[in-house]
Every structure is written in structure tokens, then in C-alpha cells.
């Protein structure tokens, strides 16, 4: 997961003496070292801990720090990114770079344009609660977790951010003006997260009597109080200023300007809307000669179902195959116990078939997803190592299924995540997919091109290749071929292209919460539990949902194009190894990059 980058001040200038590339250097290494400095929380994230002031000569120590809400602050962000576009125009030009230099000149390009479209169009800072509360839900998570300095020290600058949380929060009550209430729910689920982080995670960390806990004392409840006031004050005073402009849908004008500097490709919000629907009929064709002779194996009885209508048949044949499947499943209190097997299942068969280079750091690490989080990851999420901190942990969160959840919740949501489906999950956010991408990225050099590509990187590369690689699995036999494996696959992907299908229906063309919910649990196969989890998510995010498909593609595009070039001498290993140890790229570029 990514953080958003906060609260940007304007630099100052650099001479643009010597090579392209050097004056391209060191704009970018002012450009990313400044603006973490500005984004406390986003520095942490990056592994940046401490920030000498070049004017004043004042070390700051920014993992201590929350950051600054304000609108002023607001206001230093919309003037640096549009003076830093500028200055990048001006004193490097694009043109007179070489590839890997422009490919990152065109990254920090996007990355401003994108977030002036938010700051000045979109402005979901002043519209979305839950912006604030991951904020500080993160702020605190990170020096918990990133072993970058004794636990006693980390501890302290815990503390000194649960110090300035009421600050922060005050802020953003005079930021936000108005809310569509499935923010203030997901805020509010959030916030309680954020709550029991400090009673009681963090309350464990700190030993009694000491001169941490004194401190603790101190400080932690009255931001525990400032967080309960801020859910007071979403759930009353927010809540009523919900009007009938309110709304969470962009809309079609800002919906296609985000979608393409989130994309970074030349696919339109209608193009990629007609391909993936398509593309879910032949899916759903490919499932059904998938199905029938498990078919015929599981209910000898029912005959094919051939005097149904055609869909009617595909519905019943494919849907009653997947439920039988679908009962195999971990317990529900079991679920670390089997992701943890299906790791080291999955390590070994990536180097029986030579799939990527595995990492030689060994650090991932698979967590519960910290409860701050749940609302947006409510099943799984992958958080990698600070790029400037390779060797700190990386975290596979898995999110537990809590113990108020009832029975029937419970088996819908294990039955969507069944043995097979599970098995997916763990090629997908861990190995070889965000994991091992996450890993070769990090070995990125300089330094200042692997933390640009990682704080920049394109989605579309990253969730396109999770599922790429995903794809390369089964084809290379994972599971044995056995076929329930791939119908669950197939699955995998009908849900890949109801996620684009339902982002730019939702988001521009009005669809219902019938006709999302109808789309996944029968065109889909999902189950109850997990469409209303991805109809909320739908809502909650913009143009992230498409990057799966879009990614895929890409991703497909380029291998074949890199095949193309080195014939009979391709090997999928070295032309995984070559992609990923470029970082996150969008995938024009890295096309450019591996001369294509």
C-alpha cells in the first residue's frame, strides 16, 4: 500500500550546471527528499527518518512528527507542485534525457498533474474523512512495526505523534465541508481501529513504570479523546451536511482525467469498459468447458442442465460446480495457519519451475491486517519495505475473520476464499507477485530513482503484474492442473473484469447497488459477503479498481513483444528478473526501457 504524499512546500531552485542527467539528478533527489520532509507520514512510509532544513540547518526528526493539516498547508501543496513543473520543464527538459531519466521525468510529471486534479478539481481532502483517519491510523502503525531505531525510540516518536493527533484533527474539522455517508461509515469503522491501536496494541509495547508509561499517560488520553470527539462529530455534525449534490461518484469529465494519469497508457474509460465486458463473456465460456466434467463428476443426477437457456445452463452448471468447491476451506480461525502453508508451497514451486529470482533478504513477514485498515482491505493487503530501508520487514496482512462476524458471514466469506481461491490470495499479494515485485524494486539504484519509483510507481504495473504472474503459475502446472484449481482462476478473472466493469459504470454512468450486486454474485459467481465488500470499495476509490485488468494486458503486451525480439534465446525468468529490477514503471515505459 501506498500512502498519499501530504503537504509540499516550494523548494529552492538548483542551477541546472553539468550533464542532463546530473542536472535531472539532482532536481529529482530535492524534489523527493523536501517533499518527504513535508509528508512526515509519507516519510516514514519511505524509510526517510531525519531532515537537515537547508535554510535554517534545524535536524528534524520526522517520524516524531504528524503531519501539518492546515489550509494553508493546502494551499503550499497546490504552489509546489505547479512551480516544481516548471522547474522540471525549464532545467531539465525532457527531451534531452536518455530513457531512464525520462521515464522517471514523466513519472514525477504525472504525479503532479494527478494530484493538481486533486487539489484543485477533485478536492476529496475536503469531502473524505477517511483520508484523516489512515492518516493518523499510519502514522502510528509505521514506527510500531519498521524496526529503523530501538524500540524505545520508536516508542517515543509514537508517543509524540499521539501527541499532536487533537492538533491534526481540529484541522481537519475545518477542512472538511460535506461527506456522502458511506465515508463517514467507513471513517468511523476506521477511527475505532485507531482507538484500540493506541489502548491497547501500543499500550502493550510500553513497559510499566517507566518513564515511557508516564508519558503515555499523559499524552494518549486526550488524543483517544480527540478521536472519540472526531467520530462524534462525523456521525452528528458531518452526517447532516449531506446534501443532494453530495455524492461519491466523479463523474465522467474528472473520472476520465484521473483515470489517465492513474493508468499512464493510452486506453480510454470506454475502451477498457467495452474490452473487459467482452471479455467476460469468453471467460464465462472458457469456465462452463472447464465445469461440465467436474460437473458430470459431482452430480451425476442433474444431466448438464441442456434444456435451460444458454446463460441459464452457464449460470447453474458453473455455479454448482463452484459451490461444491467452494466447501473446502480453512476454518475460520485457522486462516494464518493456512496461508502460512501455502507460502512455503508456492516458494518451492517458483524455484522447481524458474519462475522470478527470489528475495535473498527473507524478511516478509505475515501479519493480521492492523484493525485501521479493515475497511479498505477487508480480506488482504501486501505492505513492502521502506524502499530506503530494504531490509526492514515486509508485511503479508491477512484480515482475520473477528469473532462478532456470524456464522453464516463468516462461511460466505471463507466459501469466496476456499482452499484454492486462498492459494491465489498468496500468489497474488506475497510470492511472486507484490512481494517479489516489491523486493526487485527495492533494489532499484540510485537511491533516489528507487524511492521516486516506489512513492510514483504505476498501479497498473504493480496489480497488473500480481495478476500476469499470477497466470504464469497455472500455466506453469501449479496445483497439479487440477481443474478446480483453474476454474477458481477463471473466477479470479471474471471478478478482474466485473472490478473495471463496475468503476467506470459506478463512477460515470450512474450504475445501481442492484445492478453492482447483481454484475458480481451472478454474472461474477461471488458470493454476498464479498460483493457488498467490493461495492463499498467501489465507492470508497476511483480508477484503482481498473488498474487489475489494465496491468494484466500491459503486462501481457510486453512480454509478447520482448518474446518477439529474443526468440529462440526468451527465457521468462531473465524477462521477469529484467522488468521487475526496473520498478514500477508504467508500462509504455518500461517497454522503452528494455529498448522495445
Known sequence: MRLLLFLFVVCGAVAAHGSPHESFSKLADQFIKQSLALSPVNASQAGY?????????????????????????????????R??????????????????????????????????????????????PTVYVELIGNALFLPL???????????????????????????????????????????????????????????????????????????????????????????????????????????????????????????????ALADAEREMRDV?????????PLHKQLF?????????????????????????????????????????????????????KHIVTLSSRDNLKIIPTPLFMRSTYSVAGFHSAPPLEPTAEAQYRVTPIEASVSEADAESRLREYNRWALQWLTIHEALPGHYIQAEHANSVQPATRRVLRALF??????????????????????????????????KIRLRLLANTILDVRMQTLNMSDAQALELMTRTAFQTEAEARGKLRRAKLTSTQLPTY???????????????????????????????????????????????L
Open 83 to 128: 512551480s516544481w513543473r516548471e522547474r522540471f520543464q525549464k532545467e531539465a527538459p525532457l527531451q534531452t534525457l536518455d530513457a531512464q531519466d525520462a521515464a522517471d521525468w514523466q513519472l514525477i510529471d504525472d504525479q503532479i498533474a494527478l494530484n493538481l486534479l486533486e487539489l484543485d478539481d477533485i478536492q476529496g481532502y475536503k469531502h473524505q
Open 300 to 352: 451425476p443426477t442433474h444431466s448438464g442442465h441442456s434444456e435451460l437457456p444458454a446463460q441459464d445452463r452457464e449460470n447453474r452448471v458453473i455455479g454448482e460446480v463452484l459451490d461444491s468447491i467452494s466447501r473446502e476451506h480453512a476454518d475460520r480461525n485457522q486462516l494464518m495457519e493456512a496461508v502460512n502453508r501455502d507460502v512455503a508451497e508456492v516458494q518451492r514451486f517458483i524455484r522447481e
Open 145 to 271: 512495526t519498521q524496526e529503523y531505531a530501538p524500540a524505545e525510540v520508536r516508542m517515543q516518536h509514537i508517543l509524540a505523534r499521539s501527541e499532536q493527533i487533537p492538533r491534526a484533527l481540529e484541522q481537519a474539522r475545518k477542512i472538511l465541508l460535506d461527506c456522502d455517508p458511506v465515508f463517514i461509515d467507513a471513517a468511523l469503522e476506521e477511527n475505532d481501529g485507531n482507538i484500540d491501536l493506541l489502548e491497547h496494541v501500543i499500550r502493550k509495547q510500553v513497559p510499566e513504570d517507566s518513564r515511557l508509561m508516564a508519558e503515555y499517560q499523559r499524552v494518549v488520553p486526550p488524543a483517544v479523546a480527540a478521536l472519540r470527539s472526531f467520530s462524534g462529530w462525523m456521525n452528528q455534525e458531518l452526517r447532516r451536511r449531506v446534501t443532494p449534490s453530495t455524492s461519491w461518484r466523479l463523474g465522467k469529465d474528472l473520472y476520465s482525467r484521473k483515470f489517465r494519469l492513474t493508468m499512464e497508457v493510452s486506453i480510454t474509460p470506454e475502451e
Open 284 to 292: 464465462r465460456a472458457e469456465m462452463l468447458q472447464l465445469a461440465l
Open 49 to 81: 527518518h531525519q531532515h537537515t532544513d537547508e535554510r535554517t540547518g534545524k535536524v528534524v526528526q520526522l517520524d516524531a512528527e504528524l503531519d501539518d493539516l492546515s489550509p494553508a498547508a493546502f494551499s503550499r501543496q497546490q504552489q509546489f507542485y
Open 549 to 595: 485488468y489494465v496491468g494484466l494486458r500491459e503486462w501481457q503486451r510486453v512480454r509478447a513483444r520482448y518474446a518477439q525480439r529474443m526468440g529462440e534465446r526468451f527465457h521468462q525468468q531473465e524477462f521477469h528478473d529484467r522488468a521487475l529490477d526496473q520498478g514500477a514503471l508504467p508500462l509504455p515505459l518500461l517497454a522503452k526501457v528494455l529498448g
Open 457 to 490: 510507481g504505476n498501479g497498473p504495473y504493480v496489480e497488473g503484474w500480481a495478476e500476469y504472474i499470477a497466470q504464469v503459475m497455472m500455466d506453469e502446472g501449479f496445483g497439479g492442473n487440477d481443474p478446480r484449481f483453474r476454474l477458481v482462476m477463471r
